[in-house]
């Protein structure tokens, strides 16, 4: 069986496309309108969000590039002229969050002033897990060395630039961030009465503990250092997600956390449409009565 193929010709051009990159993409597009969408649902306005998400894809892709590199800075510096070769593969996650995240928070408050920090972080997190899953079978697998260890089960793949069958991690990874997204859908259709940034915490923990089982038993290297970082951050995110996840039900039971959907429901109370003595009018025009 023969590797996926990872490159190929347009035409009579000498021009190379490459899978990896179309595959990056289509994720990013699929997150953009799903993002919007959700938007949209929760009562945003969505008008300020394409040139908000430019710069969240220009600064995922940077930060999880230059974090890849130092964490496997040896090679890099034996090749500096790998360090641009993007489409080769090696965008670290955790530095793409490191990028994306807070540059997509910074524009977003300055751009839709009404959106908070938490309700952001709550309607992108389901985001997250299905862009990523889209995103391991679009990037990774359909790129050079986008296989785990070495196996020799049924189930094993072949990969360009590596030699012998391979655990299909990209295939197990999107599994996994597809299972995370049910749950959190899970989590908004019946946890209606959730606080604020319940979905973000949970996202964390869930997350955190794939990322850190995957890179343990699929990806690691012993003694590597970008591994072992991976697994740290895996578990630092896990912890901390639980963590939030007790503190935010405990504020909610002693009433000093509101319910995640109040935000919303204040909107469309504001613009109820009401009948008033002149003809209808929403519930933010009618004068305030005289005392």
């Not at 405990?250 to 009948?275: F, I, K, N, W, Y």
């Amino acid at each position: 069986m023969k590797p996926i193929p990872v490159a190929f010709h347009l035409g009579p051009l000498p021009i190379v496309i490459h899978t990896y990159g179309i595959g990056l993409a289509i994720t990013f597009w699929l997150a953009y309108r799903y993002f919007e969408r959700r938007l949209r649902s929760n009562g945003y306005p969505t008008e300020w969000f394409t040139g908000v998400f430019i710069w969240i894809v220009i600064a995922s892709v940077v930060g999880a590039r230059l974090l890849h590199v130092l964490a496997n800075f040896s090679t890099y510096k034996a090749d500096p002229g790998q360090i641009l070769q993007v489409w080769q593969g090696g965008l670290s996650s955790f530095g793409g969050l490191l990028g994306g995240v807070p540059t997509g928070l910074i524009l977003a408050r300055r751009r839709c002033p009404e959106l908070s920090i938490m309700r952001a972080l709550d309607i992108v997190a389901p985001v997250l897990m299905a862009a990523w899953g889209v995103g391991r079978l679009l990037g990774p697998q359909l790129m050079v060395a986008g296989g785990g260890h070495p196996t020799h089960e049924w189930f094993g793949m072949y990969y360009a630039g590596q030699v012998g069958k391979r655990l299909p991690v990209p295939i197990l990874q999107a599994i996994d961030s597809f299972i995370i997204f049910g749950v959190l859908l899970l989590i908004e259709r019946y946890y209606r009465d959730r606080p604020v940034g319940f979905v973000l915490a949970a996202t964390m923990a869930l997350w955190g503990l794939t990322r850190f089982y995957e890179e343990r038993l699929w990806l690691g290297e012993i003694g590597h250092l970008g591994s072992v970082l991976v697994q740290i951050a895996g578990l630092v995110l896990f912890v901390a997600g639980l963590i939030v996840m007790v503190i935010l039900r405990r504020r909610q039971r002693s009433g000093a956390s509101p319910p995640a959907h109040d935000d919303t429901e204040a909107r469309d109370d504001t613009e109820e449409t009401v009948l008033t003595g002149t003809g209808t009018a929403t519930r933010s025009e009618i004068p305030p009565s005289p005392t």
